[in-house]
C-alpha cells in the first residue's frame, strides 16, 4: 500500500522526467502529454435506522491522476497510466464493508462503502485507426446509462475494468462495441475479481426522435443479459422531451470461469422493464419512471445488475433492491436547472415487491431524495454538492428500517495539456 501511495505522489515527477528522456535514436516513445486530475473531499453521514449500529460519519477524499502520451511516434496509438486514491484522514467513524469494524465503543458504526485504499485505475493502450479503436488493459466502462455495466463512480473507490474490446462507428449513426473482461477491481476493495465476461452493445440513431440500442452481457458464472432500448429527444414548443422504453431477459450463462462463484448457480429466468419520461421547460425539470425487476417465483429468478452504477437509480439511500420478490420502483421528479443558479432535484419513489407474499405483502418502502449541486464562484472547474436520501421503511425483508443519509461534498477536475 506504501509503495502505490509513494508512486502515485511520484507520478508528476515521472511525467515531466519521461517527456524530456523518453526517446530512442530519434524516435519519441511516449509523446504529447495529457494529464487529469480530480479531488473529491466528501462527509457522508448515515442513520441505518438499526438500534445495533451507532450513526456513521465518514470524512474521505478521492484523488485521480492519469496521464496519457502518444506512443511510439504512431497515429493513433496512445497509452494511459493512472491510479486512484482515498483517503479517510485516520478517521473511523464507519465501517466500509471490509473485514475490520470499528465501533463508539459501544456499537459497530453504520457502512459507508468507501474505504481507505489505492489501486491501478488506468493502464492502458488504445488505437484509433479511421473509425475503429482497439483496447488492451485496464480503465474505466460505462455503456448506455450504466443500468448494467458502469463504474459506480459516485463510490470515491471507483471501479476499474480490465478487458480487450473494439470499437467500430464506421457507418454513420451506428455504433457497436465487443469487449472481453477478464478483471476488475474497485468500489470496496482493490482486490481484482477474475471473470470471463463478453460485453456486445450497439446503437444505431434513426432520427435525433429515435435511437435503438440493443446489448447482450454474459457474466461469467452469473447471466446473460440481453436486451433492447428505445430512446430519443422531442422538440415539443418550450418543452424538450425525452423518453427510455427499455426492456432485458435474463437467462441461463453463457461464459464460465474455473470454480463455480460461491451461491451462484449460472442460472437465470428473468425479466425487467424500464419507461421513462423526462422533459425540460425553460430549465424546470420533471419526470416520471417505471422500472421493474421480475422476483424469483417457481423457476423464475431475481433480475439482478451486479455490475451496474445502481446507486444512480433506485433510491440514493442504497436500500431497495430485486432481492426478496423483486422490484417495482414507480418515481417522480421535480427541479431546477439554469447557468448560475446550478442544478436543483428531488426525486420521490414507490416501491413494491415484483412477487408479494402473503404474510408480509409486497410493501419495500418510498424514499425522498434532495440534491443541490453548483459552480463554486471564482474557482474554474470546482462544484459543490449537498445531497439527501430519506427512506421510509416497509414490510419486506430487507426494507423494514427507516435510513437517512447526508452528503457535503466538492469535486475538482483539472487537465494539463
Known amino acids: 500500500m506504501r509503495k502505490l501511495l509513494l508512486s502515485m505522489a511520484a507520478l508528476p515527477l515521472v511525467i515531466g522526467g519521461l517527456s524530456v528522456s523518453a ?76 473485514s475490520t469494524v470499528y465501533t463508539d465503543g459501544t456499537l459497530p458504526y453504520s457502512v459507508v462503502k468507501d474505504p ?36 459506480v463512480g459516485w463510490r470515491q473507490l471507483e471501479r476499474s475494468y480490465d478487458s480487450l474490446f473494439v470499437a467500430n462507428n464506421s457507418i ?90 460461491a451461491g451462484v448457480t449460472g442460472k437465470a429466468d428473468a425479466d425487467y422493464y424500464n419507461f421513462d419520461l423526462g422533459a425540460n421547460i425553460n430549465g424546470i425539470l420533471a419526470g416520471v419512471n417505471y422500472e421493474v425487476f421480475s422476483g424469483a417465483n417457481g423457476t423464475e429468478t431475481n433480475f439482478t445488475t ?20 423483486g422490484l417495482i420502483d414507480t418515481n417522480v421528479r421535480l427541479g431546477y436547472k439554469a447557468p448560475g443558479f446550478g442544478k436543483l432535484l428531488a426525486v420521490y419513489h414507490d416501491f413494491k415487491a415484483d412477487v408479494a407474499t402473503a404474510a408480509i405483502g409486497d410493501d419495500k418502502g418510498s424514499e425522498l431524495d434532495l440534491v443541490y449541486v453548483n459552480k463554486i464562484p471564482g474557482v474554474n472547474n470546482l462544484k459543490g454538492l449537498v445531497k439527501y436520501a430519506n427512506f421510509s421503511k416497509g414490510k419486506v425483508a430487507g426494507t423494514t428500517n427507516d435510513v437517512q443519509k447526508v452528503w457535503v461534498g466538492l469535486d475538482y477536475k483539472f487537465s494539463v495539456n
Open 306 to 325: 451486479p455490475l451496474a452504477t445502481g446507486h444512480k437509480f433506485n433510491g440514493w439511500a442504497d436500500v431497495a433492491s430485486s432481492a426478496n420478490g
Open 116 to 151: 481507505q485504499d489505492a489501486m491501478i485505475s488506468n493502464a492502458e493502450i488504445n488505437y484509433t485507426v479511421n473509425n475503429t479503436t482497439l483496447h488492451a488493459g485496464r480503465g474505466q466502462v460505462n455503456l448506455d446509462n450504466q443500468r448494467f455495466i458502469g463504474t
Open 23 to 98: 526517446s530512442a535514436d530519434g524516435i519519441n516513445i511516449l509523446d504529447n502529454f495529457k494529464v487529469k486530475g480530480q479531488i473529491r473531499p466528501r462527509f457522508e453521514n448515515v442513520d441505518d435506522g438499526s438500534a445495533t449500529t451507532a450513526n456513521a460519519n465518514a470524512y474521505t477524499a478521492r484523488t485521480k491522476l492519469s496521464a496519457t502520451a502518444d506512443l511510439l511516434g504512431v497515429d493513433g496509438l496512445t497509452a494511459t497510466i493512472g491510479g486512484i486514491a482515498v483517503s479517510n484522514f485516520g478517521a473511523h467513524g464507519y465501517n466500509n464493508a471490509g
Open 172 to 261: 454513420k449513426n451506428l455504433s457497436v462495441l465487443a469487449a472481453w473482461v477478464y478483471g476488475y477491481a474497485g468500489v470496496t476493495n482493490t482486490t481484482t475479481v477474475d471473470t470471463n465476461t463478453v460485453l456486445l452493445h450497439a446503437a444505431y440513431t434513426i432520427m435525433p426522435e429515435l435511437k435503438v440500442t440493443a446489448y447482450d452481457y454474459m457474466i461469467a458464472n452469473t447471466h446473460d443479459t440481453y436486451g433492447i432500448a428505445l430512446t430519443g429527444k422531442i422538440n415539443a414548443g418550450p418543452a424538450k422531451l425525452n423518453y427510455r422504453a427499455e426492456y432485458a431477459g435474463q437467462g441461463d450463462a453463457t461464459m464460465e470461469k474455473g470454480t463455480q462463484v
